[in-house]
């Protein structure tokens, strides 16, 4: 059982919006900032939202974070097939004194 | 370019032992944290252990606490992982990540470590 909470998968077509939400609690998403990693097929994770909203050099601007209490979210606009991949969010936790990650989010491209 | 390449893993046996390096470079391996996460077959990314830059703070996994142990040489550039009282649940895709912007900037492509007799 993870300790942030995303909904398993989502599906959207191509040039839609899709959101993958992300829920922790006060000593993880709380009070820390929230990052957003991609993982595509047979790779290594990549590290695609920082700082709740921030986008590494590279990632393209479809790609947004936010962050409200103790919830995240991520907002792909304009769906392209390339981004079907596994998402997780994850956040340093205080009380565990370790980076605590939601169990992942399949996107499926239809 | 920054670079982290893992290597040491393989094939060991229920309360075996290994060790497992990551190599960095392109960047100045001296001044940040970094840390290992595991991924098992199929499962989601779970966080082992951090380990600051000046070796004075570290951090384990409960699942791990007591077993393994991070170090590393900043000398020579390399982040390790040390794996003992190996259990068939330590299976897994091991990558060492930097800890940059708090966050995990940059990953390494992961060594698999399975633990079966």
């Known amino acids: 059982q993870s300790v942030l909470t995303q909904s398993p998968s989502a599906s959207g077509t191509p040039g839609q919006r899709v959101t993958i939400s992300c829920s922790g609690s006060s000593s993880n998403i709380g009070s820390n900032t929230v990052n957003w990693y991609q993982q595509l097929p047979g790779t290594a994770p990549k590290l695609l939202i920082n700082?709740?909203?921030e986008r590494p050099s590279g990632v393209p601007d479809r790609f947004s974070g936010s962050k409200s209490g103790t919830s995240a979210s991520l907002a792909i606009s304009g769906l392209q097939s390339e981004d079907e991949a596994d998402y997780y969010c994850?956040?340093?936790?205080?009380?565990?004194?370790?980076?605590?990650f939601g169990g992942g989010t399949k996107l499926t491209v239809l | 370019e920054v670079q982290l390449v893992e290597s040491g893993g393989g094939l060991v046996q229920p309360g075996g032992s290994l060790r497992l390096s990551c190599a960095a470079s392109g960047f100045t391996f001296s001044t940040y944290s970094m840390n290992w996460v595991r991924q098992a077959p199929g499962k989601g990314l779970e966080w082992v252990s951090f380990?600051?830059?000046?070796?004075?703070?570290?951090y384990y996994a409960d699942s791990v606490k007591g077993r393994f142990t991070i170090s590393r040489d900043n000398a020579k550039n390399s982040l390790y992982l040390q794996m003992n009282s190996l259990r068939t649940e330590d299976t897994a895709v091991y990558y060492c990540a930097r800890w940059g912007y708090d966050s995990l900037d940059y990953w390494g492509q992961g060594t698999l470590v399975t633990v079966s007799s």
């Open positions: 380990i600051n830059s000046r070796t004075s703070t570290i």
């Open positions: 994850a956040a340093w936790d205080d009380s565990l004194n370790g980076v605590v």
């Open positions: 700082n709740n909203n």
